[in-house]
């Protein structure tokens, strides 16, 4: 007997209500999975690490990305954006502490901070670790493919902003970082303007500088972009991370990093919960699981970043070239500077230049 529209219909409304009675069955008989929201830096851990997370807690990780801290503030000022651990740069903890946007932590939940370097509890930005916990940090320099830059034909910011030469032979071929404040810190060290100087004459001279070089810029690019471009060939030289550096390496040999010889920045990266997680638990179980030696040691081996343990207990689960690299560990003598937290009227003055920057 052939099927007709009518017959057809009927049966399909009963095949939808026979499925919305079987999801209804599912759904009702069925644990509740229990699901951790992360919002973390691109290219910045290793996925065995979060698999292994969720088969031993039997959880679900939801784990987005993004290029720059801007983008992570903004977040915790929209109220965490429904993620129950955000990773932030140092230089924007203590306005997420001061404003009110991170919940303390509950050490009792973290007892692996045992294994974190006594360096760490004395940064700047959260003295003590009683809102973040260190989840990696670096150095911010320049990398380079030694297949289109000369030995020696860079040596630091002197280069990136060398709007006669260096720029110019590699024209749309260099990119500095996404996070702006990266860049701007760059410019102050290049122009010898102290760190902390957000005055009305030193965001001139910066944004005079950044307008000169902007049009000799591939843009301004976050690690996504940056690690094939330098790969690939597609960009001659790139403000960078340390990390990302190890990383394009493992692909093309001819990618260098330099330690500007102005000077290095150094950053370190802090897990924090926001003030609206729902799973704040999990979120300690999250933190405290990253400070084991060999879940550290796992993802150092993947994003070749340094993490907070000390170095005598993961150094024997680490391979001799990245603990000899000065891409990953600075070896001694290296120039380098720590960076300063930023204050609200610091972010409003770096708003104006990234805005004065970009928009031309």
Do not use: C
């Not at 740069?89 to 404003?99: E, L, N, S």
């Not at 930005?125 to 150095?139: A, E, H, I, K, Q």
């Not at 110019?168 to 060290?189: C, D, I, Q, T, Y």
């Amino acid at each position: 007997m052939p099927i007709t529209r009518r017959k057809f219909l009927v049966g399909l409304a009963a095949a939808a209500a026979l499925g919305v009675f079987s999801y209804y069955l599912y759904t009702s008989t069925t644990p509740h999975r229990r699901v951790l929201r992360v919002y973390n830096y691109s290219a910045y851990i290793n996925p065995e690490v979060i698999k292994e997370f969720e088969k031993r807690y039997g959880v679900e990780v939801v784990y987005d990305e993004y290029e720059s801290a801007d983008e992570a503030f903004a977040k915790l000022k929209l109220g965490g954006g429904g993620y129950d651990v955000i990773v932030l740069t140092d230089q924007y903890v203590p306005q997420a502490i001061k404003q009110g946007l991170i919940r303390p932590l509950d050490k009792s939940l973290i007892p692996n901070l045992a294994n974190v370097d006594s360096f760490f509890f004395e940064n700047r930005s959260d003295p003590g670790l009683r809102y973040s916990v260190p989840y990696g940090w670096g150095t911010t320099g320049v990398g380079y493919n030694a297949k289109y830059v000369a030995e020696g034909e860079i040596e630091g910011y002197e280069q990136l902003f060398d709007t006669e030469g260096f720029l110019p032979r590699h024209k749309g071929r260099v990119s500095m970082l996404e996070e702006f404040l990266e860049v701007v810190n760059a410019a102050k060290l290049y122009l010898g303007i102290p760190l902390d100087d957000w005055s009305e004459e030193a965001a001139s001279r910066v944004i005079e500088l950044l307008r000169r070089q902007k049009e000799f810029l591939a843009g301004y690019y976050g690690a996504s972009l940056y690690i094939p471009g330098l790969v690939q060939g597609t960009l001659h030289a790139a403000q960078a991370w340390s990390g990302d550096i190890m990383q394009a390496q493992s692909e093309e040999r001819s990618v260098k990093y330099v330690l500007p010889e102005e000077g290095a920045f150094v950053w370190i990266d802090f897990m924090t919960i926001p003030r609206g997680a729902r799973e704040v638990e999990l979120a300690h179980q999250w933190i405290n699981f990253l400070l084991e030696r060999e879940v550290a040691a796992k993802n150092t081996s993947y994003t070749y970043y340094p993490s907070p343990l000390r170095v005598e207990l993961v150094k024997d689960l680490l391979d001799p070239e990245i603990l000899e690299n000065p891409a990953v560990y600075p070896p001694p003598g290296s120039k380098l500077i720590m960076t300063e937290p930023l204050t609200e009227e610091a972010l409003q003055v770096l708003e104006r230049i990234s805005t004065a920057v970009r928009r031309v």
